[in-house]
């Protein structure tokens, strides 16, 4: 397995073979290392193998926020913000 440029990379490669599995073939996939992206796309293979010398190294997704609020006050800009409903977001951040 190759290493990935990301989830939507690895998305569309995956679905793409699941594609192929649904017309009858068998899928197989082999690697020395699997990172996060690489064991995402292998999973969808009927079968997983890796090299004695290799490892499976598994971390999890995550996401990070951004605030920029900080910074927009130093450059002296301020936002005009426009709320459509009740709820939090990204002006309101609990952290």
Known sequence: MASLNGFATAR?????IADFQKKGKFVVAHGKIFMRGSYYLASVADEVYINPSGYVEINGFAVQQMFYKRMLDQLGIKMQIYYAGKFKGAT????
Do not use: G, S
Not at 12 to 16: K, M, P
Not at 92 to 95: F, I, L, M, S
């Open 92 to 95: 309101e951040p609990t952290a």
């Open 12 to 16: 569309i490669l995956r679905q793409a």
